[in-house]
């Protein structure tokens, strides 16, 4: 009678410990618990992805150079160069200059938000005209020259410089004046010694 209930309570019993086992090694191996990166230990590889595997809201996977292959990587977008159009030399054109004389140019870039907006000077002359770096032309010789203007891009602007001669100062009515009220200052005293001389010889 009692080996009958101890072989009945064994038959219930058996069951559930193979069960309390079976759970706890799956446990064990494959919590089901994951940590800050969407993944988790399977010690028993028990998914058969290795010892560490991910979920975070899919089925048992591995992240393959670090990419989960079910979610899309953003695309980054980089902005591309913006390149330069045109150039403007802000100055008209055939501009006059006299040997000896300067001028500054300046060039505009457009559009506005081009990326380069480097510019590289030249003169056609260098003996009529020379033009640094920064835009500062000075005349050298009379004759003409062509300035230009370059991008980075190879975009240009061209103006005419024509170089004078150093102009001599003109006359002016009033030293015209001056030089006519000199003569005749001098006019006058040379008359008064004159008839001085004449009068003095009569005596």
């Given at each position: 009678m009692i080996r009958e209930k101890i072989k009945t309570i064994g038959r219930i019993l058996l069951p559930i410990v193979i069960i309390l086992l079976l759970?706890?090694?799956?446990?064990?191996?494959h919590s089901g618990r994951t940590d800050s990166n969407g993944g988790h230990r399977d010690n028993k590889?028990?998914?058969g992805l290795g010892y560490y595997h991910y979920h975070h809201g899919y089925g048992p996977h591995l992240h393959p150079n670090g990419v989960c292959p079910y979610e899309t990587p953003k695309k980054i977008t980089i902005p591309e160069p913006v390149d330069v159009s045109s150039v403007m030399i802000n100055s008209i054109d055939n501009t006059i200059l006299e040997v000896g004389g300067e001028t500054v140019l300046s060039?505009?870039?457009?559009p506005s938000d081009a990326e380069n907006k480097s510019i590289t000077w030249s003169s056609s002359d260098i003996n009529v005209a020379i033009v640094s770096e920064n835009g500062i032309v000075t005349a050298a010789n009379p004759g003409s020259a062509i300035i230009t203007a370059k991008s980075s891009n190879?975009?240009?602007?061209?103006i005419t410089l024509n170089v004078d001669e150093k102009a001599e100062p003109v006359s002016t009515v009033s030293d015209q004046n001056e030089s006519g009220s000199s003569v005749l200052g001098y006019g006058v005293v040379a008359a008064i010694a004159a008839w001085f001389l004449l009068r003095k010889k009569k005596k």
């Open positions: 759970f706890s090694s799956n446990t064990f191996a590889n028990a998914s060039a505009t870039i457009y190879g975009k240009t602007n061209s």
